[in-house]
């Protein structure tokens, strides 16, 4: 399914934080949300998701709008990840990751073996089946976050929305989830991130949106958003570049100040 | 701090008995309580007889005793007992906070005034339902003034600094009415129907709260999966789908009903709906969405329990039963704040 924002803004009171800002993925391709704090990255995926409603601009999913589609089939169609999602009560991993499966339960009636299925598979490609009887409160943060990807994941919705998965994991989880998130994309899945790291982002998604001043600076493959001045404009740091494999990565050195 | 995972320290294992086997088990207490509570009074009654009796219709002291005096006892305890665990379960799903009680929205403290109003202008006395028609209206007002916040699509954190306000108004509007009674009987009636108790209340009574616990009950239930989607914040729920400003009319309503009515009918009792939920917690795996109606059958064992207990503990004047929950509730609270203070 098609996801396409179209000339969105978004205002706090008298502030104008997003202003004209177009988006788009389609199945099949990861996009990274990238750009320095305060920009706008979570509340324009928040809108991408449909829990904000823009001030300007409209959002649609596969050419239709959010209240033609119904909440509930909208539901199916979209997972988010929620950024540091705070885990309430101390429930079971696999209970928890089945909460995924909510949209597509009938009222009161029990999980479905597909919904058994979806659950095992999103568990397996998490990395966290030898979790599944321990409770939140026995995990681990890297742990968690990987659970908190395995309840979206168990959605199995045509796009996924994730904000800032990686912060709290060390280098090989980032990795892993990062690999994670590229084959959910290459399943026909769309998938929108957003994310710190600029050199994972420039490695893994196909396509790069750089927010900054209220708006997108500038937005295409990693290797034509990654320029120094992109970077210098929009976080105010001068980047050490390299390449590898013919990908490019930065290392943010020193701070420039616009 | 609504984050409170680190107060469910119990280490919660896959739990010993299924959801099903713990919901028949809790039904079967609250049946096992209901008929103690039939066949325990202060006068000796032949149960059995009086049974017979009240279906055949024959007006004897024995059926007389049943429906006028233990029927409702028992029938009311039960009732109030489902009312409060399960609101309390309710909102403690919706704010995310095991701290979260019944009242928390302000319903409760608005029927006690309402119920209190009835008694300083002499209603209570002149028609025996003024009472707690005057509750269920004092609810009623609280609910309209929640509803029209919640219709403006304000937060929950909003709706319970709302529930505080009314609390502290109408608490405050109930002193005046002591401040103001014209005779201290008046006062001392007042202040010893807040301390709540199912002791001389009618078989009309229940007819009147019936309706209104059960469509409260109803809606409460209902709103078992957005609960759980609940657990993982308010946008991931929404993004499972569920309409959080729905879901809030529906909590508000259902607890207005079911705790609104049970304080109109027997006054304050407290700590029920605090800490039976607490308890059963592990017992269904964390869950909010289960933990509903396994705390309403919780809440009607532990109310019917200690309005036995008054009735067996040879203290006279019979023990409020607010003051006992209170009594044995406090020291809990406090052992929960303790642990959730030492957790972080």
């Known amino acids: 399914m098609q996801l396409a924002a179209k000339d969105i803004g978004i205002r706090f009171g008298e502030m104008t934080l997003l202003q004209g800002v177009d988006f788009s993925v389609n199945g099949g391709e990861i996009v990274g949300l990238i750009g320095p704090n305060g920009s706008g990255k979570t509340t324009l995926l928040r809108v991408l998701a449909n829990l904000r409603i823009p001030d300007h601009g409209e959002v649609r999913y596969g050419g239709k709008m959010a209240r033609e589609i119904g909440t509930k089939s909208l539901a199916q169609q979209i997972a988010y990840l929620a950024q540091a999602s705070n885990v309430h009560w101390s429930m079971r991993v696999d209970t928890l990751i089945a909460l995924g499966r909510l949209p597509h339960r009938r009222f009161f009636a029990g999980p479905s073996a597909h919904d058994h299925a979806a659950i095992e598979r999103a568990m397996a490609a998490a990395d966290v089946l030898a979790l599944r009887s321990r409770t939140m409160n026995e995990v681990s943060g890297g742990e968690r976050m990987r659970i908190l990807l395995a309840r979206a994941l168990a959605v199995e919705a045509s796009l996924l929305l994730a904000d800032e998965p990686i912060a709290a994991l060390d280098p090989l989880h980032q990795l892993e989830v990062m690999e994670l998130l590229r084959a959910t994309a290459r399943q ?30 500038v937005s295409g493959t990693p290797r034509e958003v990654m320029t120094d001045r992109h970077l210098a404009d929009a976080y105010g740091v001068e980047v050490v570049r390299g390449e590898r494999d013919g990908m490019p990565f930065v290392v943010p050195w020193t701070a420039v100040r616009k | 701090m609504m984050s409170e995972i680190s107060a469910t320290r119990t280490a919660a294992r896959a739990p010993a008995l299924s959801y ?9 207490v609250v049946v096992v309580l209901l008929a103690a509570s039939l066949s325990i009074g202060y006068a000796p009654l032949d149960l059995q007889k009086a049974i017979t009796d009240a ?7 024995e059926a007389i005793v049943l429906m006028e005096l233990r029927l409702p006892r028992a029938a009311l305890g039960g009732l109030v007992g489902f009312s409060l ?3 309390g379960a309710a909102m403690q799903g919706l704010m995310r906070n095991p701290l979260a009680e019944p009242g928390i929205i302000g319903v409760s403290g608005a029927a006690a005034f309402g119920a209190v109003t009835s008694f300083y202008f002499g209603l209570a006395g002149a028609a025996s339902l003024a009472l707690p028609f005057g509750g269920i209206a004092g609810a009623f007002l609280a609910t309209l003034l929640l509803f029209a916040l919640a219709g403006r699509g304000v937060g929950t954190m909003t709706l319970i600094l709302a529930g505080v306000a009314i609390n502290s108004f109408t608490g405050a509007l109930t002193s005046l009415a002591l401040n103001l009674s014209p005779n201290p009987y008046a006062v001392s009636e007042i202040v010893f129907w807040l301390m709540g108790s199912f002791a001389d209340r009618s078989l009309p009574y229940v007819w009147l709260v019936l309706p209104l616990m059960l469509t409260g009950w109803g809606l409460l239930l209902a709103s078992g999966p957005a609960l759980d989607g609940l657990t993982l914040g308010e946008d991931t729920a929404k993004s499972l789908g569920f309409d959080l400003k729905r879901l809030r009319f529906q909590l508000v309503g259902g607890a207005a009903l079911a705790v609104g009515s049970s304080v109109a009918v ?54 409020k039963l607010g003051v006992v929950t209170a009594i044995i509730g406090a020291p809990f609270l406090f052992r929960l704040i303790y642990r959730l203070r030492g957790a972080e």
Do not use: Q, W, Y
């Open chain 1, 188 to 217: 026909g899945r769309g998938v929108v991130v957003v994310l710190h790291d600029l050199s994972l982002a420039a490695r893994f998604c196909d396509r790069l949106v750089l927010l900054a001043n209220g708006g997108i600076l």
């Open chain 2, 20 to 28: 099903g086997a713990l919901v028949i088990l809790l039904a079967a």
């Open chain 2, 266 to 319: 027997t006054g304050a009792i407290g700590f029920v709906g605090l800490v039976v939920p607490h308890l059963l917690r592990p017992l269904v795996g964390h869950r909010p969405g289960r933990l509903l109606l396994v705390s309403g059958f919780g809440g009607a064992i532990l109310t019917l329990a200690a309005d036995i207990s008054v009735r067996l503990l040879p203290i006279r004047p019979e023990l």
């Open chain 2, 85 to 87: 665990g399960m609101s």
């Open chain 2, 55 to 61: 279906i055949a219709g024959k007006s004897t002291l």
